[in-house]
């Protein structure tokens, strides 16, 4: 079993950034590739961008050039560093562990809560 926990959401004026962070229970992180995804109100949840194992990232094409996804395994953590963020962002950004690399939600066994974020225009 793995828990996740994310956290550094909040409110953000539109070109601002946002570092999220998601902290794993697991002494077996560093073998789980780790997404993140979103899912604003209304809308179905939305892959954001995976990083597996390796370090071998994939981004969905709004993230892009804005958003970047790290791991530090000797912390069992993953991050997500927003900038230049706009009113399209925000979201409840959720991450995820699964075994495989996959955009798809359903390819990830465990999930954290949530974190809030909101990005004023």
């Known amino acids: 079993q793995v828990q996740l926990v994310e956290s550094g959401g909040g409110l953000v004026q539109a070109g601002g950034s946002l570092r999220l962070s998601c902290a794993a229970s697991?002494?077996?992180?560093?073998?789980?590739?780790m997404g993140w995804f979103r899912q604003a109100p209304g809308r179905e949840r939305e892959f954001v961008v995976v990083?597996?194992?390796?370090?071998?990232?994939y981004y969905a094409d709004s993230a892009k050039g804005r958003f970047t996804i790290s791991r530090d395994n000797a912390k069992n953590t993953v991050y997500l560093q927003m900038n230049s963020l706009n009113p399209d962002d925000a979201a409840v950004y959720y991450c995820?562990?699964?075994?495989?690399?996959?955009?798809?939600?359903?390819?990830?066994?465990?999930w954290g809560q949530g974190t809030h974020v909101t990005v004023s225009s």
């Open positions: 995820a562990a699964g075994e495989i690399i996959s955009a798809g939600a359903n390819e990830y066994d465990y």
């Open positions: 697991a002494r077996t992180f560093s073998t789980y590739a």
């Open positions: 990083i597996s194992r390796s370090g071998t990232t």
